[in-house]
């Protein structure tokens, strides 16, 4: 069975510091890799996807991801976060033989300001 | 317009009671889906239906019954309501099944049994 690890539980950045939060999947198949933000009492937004070709994937509001298949690795990024960015970040796979997408426990992210 | 739409956004209800939580969506896909995200934000799926054919029962208890009466909808329906259903309860819909697919999501349901 697929899962989704997020070894961040709980991350606290000042404005501007850079980001980075880990993602690892387990399915060592074809998989479809997505990264979710969910704002304090919001739904959850799309912020990026990768499906296939460049590795390096580009986002919304500035974040992008880089898949790394030797590692099982889709970790998020971002240069500079900002206090709008403090929110809840989840990593997922859509595994096609399970048809079903799995999510991470998530990253609770504080930024500072 | 909301795409994925969740009534109501707020559940409280007393253990043992019967309750629905509707879900629609205008986008014309197939395929949706409901989550369950815990009190520690860990997000799980419950069903996913196609076209209105279920496709994933995870491991949810009998109570838990999900109808699509068409492709546009999807409800919950939950029986003898116990103290750990509390939790937020998300409807998603995708064009289909297909992996190369986000999901959309609904603003949540926020259930709380007293």
């Known amino acids: 069975a697929q899962s989704v690890s997020q070894h961040n539980h709980h991350v606290i950045l000042s404005e501007a510091a850079s980001l980075e939060l880990g993602c690892n999947y387990s399915y060592g198949g074809t998989v479809n890799l997505f990264w979710y933000v969910q704002y304090p009492g919001q739904h959850l937004q799309l912020l990026l996807k990768?499906?296939?070709?460049?590795?390096l994937v580009k986002g919304i509001k500035g974040f992008e991801a880089e898949f790394i298949k030797s590692k099982f690795s889709f970790n998020l990024r971002k240069p500079s976060v900002q206090w709008s960015d403090t929110a809840e970040y989840f990593c997922a796979s859509f595994s096609g033989s399970a048809r079903q997408l799995t999510f991470g426990s998530g990253t609770q992210l504080t930024v500072l300001p | 317009d909301t795409a994925v739409s969740q009534t109501p956004k707020y559940l409280v209800t007393q253990m043992g009671n019967d309750k629905s939580i509707k879900c629609e969506q205008n986008l014309g896909h197939d395929t949706m889906y409901w989550y369950k995200q815990d009190s520690k934000k860990f997000l799980k799926i419950m069903f996913s239906y196609n076209n209105k054919e279920l496709i994933i029962n995870e491991t949810v208890p009998n109570r838990f019954s999900p109808k699509s009466p068409d492709k546009a909808h999807l409800n919950l329906h939950i029986n003898s309501l116990e103290l750990g259903d509390s939790a937020v309860y998300f409807c998603?819909?995708?064009?289909?099944?297909?992996?190369?697919?986000?999901?959309?999501f609904g603003d949540g349901t926020r259930l709380s049994i007293l």
């Open positions: 990768y499906f296939s070709g460049d590795p």
């Open positions: 998603a819909s995708s064009p289909s099944l297909r992996l190369n697919q986000p999901q959309h």
